[in-house]
């Protein structure tokens, strides 16, 4: 299976499909699978502000974004491609945002995840999932510090636990 718009390679090391004429580097082995240099790390959604997500893997004709097992639309991918200067492979990396409104509409049986995948002649490699949940603290705290009376230049140990949050709080 491919995907919409995918670059399939033939053994010739030429796009086929494309018919432009363009080759891909020589220099890529033939059996090397793509390896990951970025990941996509979990993160937190402060507020209403989208997180970003990356993976950048090398040698790679494609790489996209998989979020709970469904792929990310291609218009929602930002790609940067290039060639090594030191090994002439192809390295490409993607950027995806994940908003707040993403998250809360998942409804799965685990938290919001992505992952990315990465294409090359020899076939496929899965990066980590990333885990995106929603940052919160709770405005009460579950054991508030209790008044003490001390001297002057006295020193003092006031105990208390923070409110309940995602990440907790320290």
Not at 31 to 60: H, Q, W
Not at 74 to 87: A, G, I, S
Not at 107 to 119: F, I, M, R, S, T
Request: with cysteine; proline share 8%; hydrophobic share 35%.
């Amino acid at each position: 299976w491919l995907l919409p718009g995918a670059i399939c390679a033939t053994s010739r090391g030429e796009k086929a499909g494309g018919g432009n004429g363009e080759s891909l580097p020589e220099s890529i082995p033939l059996g090397t699978l793509p390896r990951f240099l970025v990941e996509p790390e979990d993160s937190y959604i402060v507020k209403n502000n989208p997180i970003k997500l990356r993976c950048k893997a090398m040698p790679a004709m494609q790489i996209f974004f998989k979020c709970n097992g469904d792929w990310v639309h291609q218009n929602e991918h930002v790609l940067e491609e290039h060639v090594d200067e030191y090994t002439g492979l192809s390295v490409r990396e993607v950027l995806i945002n994940v908003s707040r409104q993403q998250v809360e509409d998942f409804h799965g049986p685990e938290d919001y995840w992505c992952l990315c995948v990465a294409w090359s002649q020899q076939g496929t490699t899965k990066s980590r999932k990333a885990t995106v949940r929603i940052a919160y603290l709770r405005k009460n705290f579950e054991q508030d510090p209790q008044a003490k009376e001390v001297p002057l230049e006295g020193k003092i140990i006031l105990h208390c636990r923070p409110p309940e949050g995602v990440p907790s709080a320290k």
